[in-house]
Nanobody
Framework: QVQLVESGGGLVQPGGSLRLSCAAS????????MGWYRQAPGKQRELAAV???????NYADSVKGRFTISRDNAKNTVYLQMNSLKPEDTAVYYC??????????????????WGQGTQVTVSS
């Protein structure tokens, strides 16, 4: 089983910074795209940023220019550097990864993995 473990959330003042980390562990065959989603109270979960296995990032318009996603493939870890945080960034942030793995006797499959979520609160 492959698991995702997140760290780095917390309380920060507007304009401040936080760095989230998410490490995949267990019987890893191959991790494809990794990303961060967030869910604010009363709202649907939304994509914040995603990065391909080759390192190509994509961002939601709401975080472009403020957030930077990166990954260390050797450590199966993805990071989210969040700068110039705003109160509207307050949410539970979830790590996501696509686990590519053998399935059955001759096949492969891609499974969606989710972290447990980490709270980010931006408030003065």
């Amino acid at each position: 089983q492959v698991q995702l473990v997140e760290s780095g959330g917390g309380l920060v003042q507007p304009g401040g910074s936080l760095r989230l980390s998410c490490a995949a562990s267990g019987r890893i065959f191959s991790i494809h795209a990794m990303g961060w989603y967030r869910q604010a109270p009363g709202k649907q979960r939304e994509l914040a940023a995603v990065i391909s296995s080759g390192g190509n990032p994509n961002y939601a318009d709401s975080v472009k220019g403020r957030f930077t996603i990166s990954r260390d493939n050797a450590k199966n870890t993805v990071y989210l550097q969040m700068n110039s945080l705003k109160p509207e960034d307050t949410a539970v942030y979830y790590c996501h990864a696509e686990s590519f793995e053998p399935y059955g006797s001759t096949g492969y499959r891609t499974r969606d993995l989710w972290g447990q979520g980490t709270q980010v609160t931006v408030s003065s």
